[in-house]
């Protein structure tokens, strides 16, 4: 280290006012320096590299992680009978068809699901609906040229069957609303068996 004179003062007085020689400490240099060093880092590495994040990507990979975390518990749920009428009482998980309707599809099934652009889910007409398993392919894979849209990619398995759970454990309310060309009353959902178990179906 360079021996200097501390408090050197300079040579110049303004209104009786005087002024030290010091210069801003190392350790204030080094931080400033590296802030330069790193904007340069920080420009190049999120303009440039394939491993930079958005807050896009982020927020998907966080909202993957989560379902993956909250469906560790129930395994991957295929959309069968069986599954479908368990979920239909199961007053826990129907919260969660319960969210995603309210964010995929009441839109255009309306919050209470009587219908708008699509049609009244709450009673006992379907057009491309014969068996609850339908309500599942029919979120699945869309419906009328997808004025009915596939939601495959954008649901997870477990979502699309705890939703159609849920909309199925809609119909019966019979709300007023607006139907669909070519529906047909169908037969009732089938029952869940008395000794019915908490079925755990990983289908890997
Ligand atoms: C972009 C608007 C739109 C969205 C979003 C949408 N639907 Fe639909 N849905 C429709 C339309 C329109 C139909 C009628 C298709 C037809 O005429 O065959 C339909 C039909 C259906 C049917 C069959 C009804 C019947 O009578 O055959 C079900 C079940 C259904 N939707 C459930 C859902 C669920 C569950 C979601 C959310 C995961 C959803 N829909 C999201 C527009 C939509």
């Known amino acids: 280290m360079v021996e200097r004179p501390r408090d050197h003062l300079m040579d110049h007085e303004y209104d009786g006012i005087q002024e030290f020689d010091n210069p801003c400490p190392g350790w ?17 590495f999120f303009q440039f590299s394939p ?6 990507s982020w927020y998907d990979n966080t909202v993957a992680e989560s379902l993956r975390q909250q469906f560790a518990e129930i395994g991957e749920l295929s959309p069968d009978e069986a599954t479908l009428v368990q979920y239909m009482n199961d ?9 995603v309707y309210k964010t995929q599809c009441a839109k255009c099934h309306g919050p209470d699901a009587s ?3 699509g049609p009244n889910l709450t009673d006992d007409l379907y057009k491309n609906v014969q068996t609850v398993e339908d309500i599942a392919t ?32 809609l119909r ?15 037969d009732p959902w089938p029952e869940l068996p008395a000794d019915a178990q908490p079925s755990e179906t990983p289908t890997e």
């Open 172 to 186: 019966g309310q019979n709300l007023p609303g607006v139907g669909v060309e070519g529906e047909v009353a169908i």
């Open 138 to 169: 029919v979120v699945a894979d869309g419906a009328n040229n997808n004025a009915m849209p596939s939601l495959k990619a954008l649901l997870h398995p477990n979502e699309i069957v705890l939703v159609s759970a849920y909309v199925a454990s």
């Open 51 to 56: 491993a930079a994040w958005t807050n896009a």
């Open 115 to 117: 219908g708008d652009v």
């Open 28 to 44: 204030w240099n080094w931080l400033f320096f590296g802030t330069v060093v790193f904007s340069v880092w920080y420009f190049i």
């Open 91 to 99: 007053a826990e998980w129907l919260t969660v068809g319960a969210g």
